[in-house]
């Protein structure tokens, strides 16, 4: 599979699933696939964001940005950027990682 390919499936599957996580901003574009759903804000629905973010970034690190053209490469920086922005937000308000010994069973 070439990085354009790769680059493309990534992407493919980026869209459907970051706005399952994010149903407001799906509407406020004029999609209504996930009108009936509500933000991530469970503990497992936020847990498994996080999960999917973390790989995601590891997914766009590995792609050789050199081999996609201009329009792609443009692409690859904003989403690198919007995905770790966002992964470090979720990160800082996460309760477990605010202060992770007061969760250690004694």
Known sequence: MSEQEAFDAIVAEF???WLRYHPEIALAVGLSDFGDRL???DDDEVGALGVWLESLILALG????????AD?????????ATVRAEYRERLVRDWRHLDPIRFLLV
Not at 73 to 78: E, I, N, S, T, V
Request: net charge negative; proline share 9%; glycine share 4%.
């Open 15 to 17: 869209y459907p699933v």
């Open 39 to 41: 933000p991530a804000a």
């Open 62 to 69: 590995e792609l050789d940005g050199a081999c996609l053209d």
């Open 72 to 80: 792609r490469r443009l692409d690859l920086q904003l989403l690198q």
